[in-house]
Nanobody
Framework: QVQVVESGGGVVQPGGSLRLSCAASGSIFRLVTMGWYRQAPGKERELVARITGGSRTIYRDSVKGRFAISRDSAKNTIYLQMNDLKPEDTAVYYC?????????WGRGTQVTVSS
């Protein structure tokens, strides 16, 4: 059974940093696209960043220059380094694996940016 497990959320002050991790079980996912989405209360889920099997990346405009997505294909794991966090980054962050195929979602991890 495929599992996607996120970790690394928490509470941080504005300007702080967090690093999220997402591990997907199964070697079939070594070269698929993986990404991070987020959903704030009362808002729709939105793409934060995505990385392809060839490590091409895309980011939403509001996080460019602050967030960085990376992957360790040997571990089927992706990371989201979040710097200079702002209150508007507060949301549940979800990992997504293989959006054009299996389209598997993790359960999410809460990120709260507050003073």
């Amino acid at each position: 059974q495929v599992q996607v497990v996120e970790s690394g959320g928490g509470v941080v002050q504005p300007g702080g940093s967090l690093r999220l991790s997402c591990a997907a079980s199964g070697s079939i996912f070594r070269l698929v696209t993986m990404g991070w989405y987020r959903q704030a209360p009362g808002k729709e889920r939105e793409l934060v960043a995505r990385i392809t099997g060839g490590s091409r990346t895309i980011y939403r405009d509001s996080v460019k220059g602050r967030f960085a997505i990376s992957r360790d294909s040997a571990k089927n794991t992706i990371y989201l380094q979040m710097n200079d966090l702002k209150p508007e980054d507060t949301a549940v962050y979800y990992c997504n694996v293989d959006p054009d195929g299996y389209n598997i979602w993790g359960r999410g991890t809460q990120v709260t940016v507050s003073s």
